[in-house]
């Protein structure tokens, strides 16, 4: 039985939330686990591979925009998690919700790499509109 790297990077995900279980009676725990949850499975499970080279410019080209939009997005989960109590007595509704950010957050930095990436800056233009 042969273990991949994505296997050993799931696994390493799901296991590093464990000790928010710990402090499952706090208020600030399902707000934490939330953004844990989404962030990890972000930078860690769906953006794997899919990385620009790290020491190039490119890379903070598509990086930071990338980052400026999961930021908002996790601000804006845990402020509704807080604002909102009642979402945390439902649990597929709130990290449902997740999920489908996280896919439409996904989707967003894909185009963001793709449109960062040197080889492909030029497709889609006519000669004459090349810089």
């Known amino acids: ?9 799931v696994t390493i995900v799901l296991c590093s939330a464990i000790p928010f279980f710990f402090f499952w ?3 600030w725990m399902h707000a934490a686990l ?3 949850l989404v962030t990890a499975l972000f930078f860690g499970v769906a953006l794997a591979g ?13 990086m930071v925009p990338i980052i400026l939009v999961h930021c908002s997005l996790v601000a804006s989960l845990v402020w509704l998690d807080f604002t909102v109590p009642y979402l945390n007595r439902l649990p ?5 919700l997740a999920i489908i950010l ?9 185009h963001i790499i793709d449109a960062s990436d040197p080889s ?10 090349e810089a």
Request: glycine share 8%; aromatic share 18%.
């Open 34 to 36: 939330l953004g844990y």
């Open 92 to 96: 597929r509704a709130l990290y449902g």
């Open 102 to 110: 996280l896919i439409a957050e996904w989707r967003f930095a894909m």
């Open 1 to 9: 039985m042969k273990i991949d790297d994505g296997t050993i990077r």
């Open 120 to 129: 492909t800056a030029n497709v889609g233009r006519a000669p004459d509109e």
């Open 25 to 27: 009676q706090k208020t």
């Open 50 to 62: 899919q990385y620009p080279p790290f020491a190039s410019k490119w890379f903070w080209r598509a």
